[in-house]
């Protein structure tokens, strides 16, 4: 199987340009940047290198707390972070601590062709290197592990479809790019058993890295100016299929609840002008004022929006896409709603069900969530919040742990101190 998929990524070789200059025309590629996509761009400091990869935005972002334990351990490495989407990489410029100024450097993720994997691996020269959650690319972490650079997979995630999918169609490669892992991090027990279950060893069992991440930034200024005591309703990174549901609940609440906001924050902002179109709603990119039903499709500004909101919805969970982090809502004291499509964060969603700081939503219609969504701004949420902040606050040290053991791998052996000669009388 590795080698069918050498063959076809080799083959789609001459096919891939096209398809990044497509991307950079709908804004998901930086244009002026697309030859790191190729393995070009290295610029390799001096001394002991960190590679760490997320795929976009709540990866890279996971991986912040992570660079900062490494780099108190590892006063002299250097960091370099790889991501696949503009967002992340802008995010990333935003939210590494000042702290680190100097010490880090981003390009975007080299396509898994072997070849030009290659040529990152001899650009770069990694001393290390770190994958986030469900990074398995075989020709990148196989090359990798040939040119001995040791590897961590952390904070790893293995769905029940995608462990039978890979127990399926291709065992053998699960398991040899599994064992290429000197160390394997789970997410969660279900994690660990699964991976251990496709060949996964040398596994480290130390919670959720993301619950080691600090809670999204705002701007306070901005949320002051926003809170003008009327209720607010957010739908948090929604994904299509949604919108049309939340616009409908919006207009039964209407009625019960005046002045109510609900804001939409889409997870990939640049749907804004579609969803417009689709709903009639003014878009904050456009500098439209925030009443009524709005959406808000500018970037980095959701940890302001949970701050402003009486109860959320997190998006991806009323149509089958597995859902998003509800962690991040948890963090910030807001009351939880979650449709019952939330198989991406299944064990995180059980604890804060149990918990009663979330509440489901199914079916997943537009009666359904307005009825749950009255009952909230109806009763307050402040249970529901106190009950999320408990769930958020049991912060495992997860990147304390992680760092230890990748600091390990770069730390030199200690010297053993000379053995005294014994001296005899002739």
Known sequence: MSLLWHGLTSAAGP????????????GKEDAARISERYGHGADRPEGQLVWLHGASVGESQAL???VEA????????????????????RLLDERMPATLAGRWRHRYATIDRLAWVARFLAGWKPDAAVFIESELWPNTILAARHVRVPLALVNARMSARSAERWARFAPGLARRILRAF??????????????????????LH???????APPLPHDPAALASLRDGAPVFLAASTHPGEEPIIA??????????????????????????????????????????????????????????????????????????????????????CPILLGPHTHNFADRVADLLDAGAARRIDPPDAATLAAAVADVLSHGGAGMAE?????????????????????EWLRPAPTPAPQEQEHTNP
């Open 182 to 203: 000197t160390l394997v991090q789970p997410q969660t027990p279900g994690d660990a058993e699964r991976l251990r279950r496709l060949g996964a060893q040398a596994m």
């Open 248 to 333: 409908a609940a919006h207009a039964l609440l209407a009625q019960q609840f005046p002045g109510l906001r609900t804001i939409i924050a889409p997870r990939h902002p640049d749907r804004g002008a579609e969803i417009a179109a689709l709903i009639g709603a003014p878009r904050r990119s456009q500098g439209a004022p925030i009443t009524g039903l709005h959406i808000a499709d500018t970037l980095g500004e959701l940890g302001l929006f949970y701050r402003l909101a009486n109860v959320a919805l997190v998006g991806g969970s009323l149509v089958p896409h597995g859902g998003q982090n509800p962690m991040e809502p948890a963090r910030l004291g």
């Open 206 to 212: 130390s919670g959720d890295l993301k619950l080691s």
């Open 387 to 407: 009950a999320g902040l408990r769930v958020a606050s049991h912060s495992t040290g997860t990147a304390d742990a992680l760092a230890d053991r990748i600091a």
């Open 64 to 66: 912040i707390p992570l």
């Open 70 to 89: 490494l780099a108190a351990r590892l006063p002299e490495a250097q960091f370099l972070i790889t991501t696949g989407t503009v967002t992340s990489a």
């Open 15 to 26: 096919f891939i340009p096209l398809w990044l200059r497509l991307r950079a025309r709908r």
